[in-house]
């Protein structure tokens, strides 16, 4: 339990790291895109906290299944934390972007709601 909440906090630090590198380049420090950053970095959290307390509540409870849950949502949060990252530190450096581009192309589904 102990790992997987260093793993997921760590790629949760990273990203919001990558993320205020990448507004100090552009020279876009906006107090309401950090707020709403921030926020969806406090739902992972929550959402994590809740995996771990389902799997701590399920041995009490002995439903008779085991439902490892919180290491799938670290797995998720972890990748999606590490395409963020990823997209941050190419956008910051450029020609990191050519080695990167043909995964990035393959996991962007277009859908660019949850940028920083």
Not at 38 to 60: D, N, P, R, T
Request: aromatic share 10%; hydrophobic share 45%.
């Amino acid at each position: 339990m102990f790992i997987k909440c260093i793993l997921v906090f760590s790629f949760i630090a990273l990203d919001v790291i990558t993320g205020f590198m990448k507004g100090l380049y552009n020279k876009n420090i906006d107090s309401s895109a950090l707020r709403k950053g921030l926020l969806h970095k406090a739902s992972e959290a929550l959402v994590f906290g809740m995996s771990l307390l389902v799997e701590y509540a399920i041995q009490y409870v002995q439903i008779g299944v085991d439902l490892p849950l919180s290491g799938g949502v670290t797995v998720y949060i972890a990748g999606m934390e590490a395409t963020s990252i990823i997209e941050n530190i190419c956008e910051v450096n450029p020609k990191l972007f050519k080695l990167f581009k043909p995964y990035l192309s393959k996991l962007q589904s277009g859908d660019n709601d949850d940028k920083k």
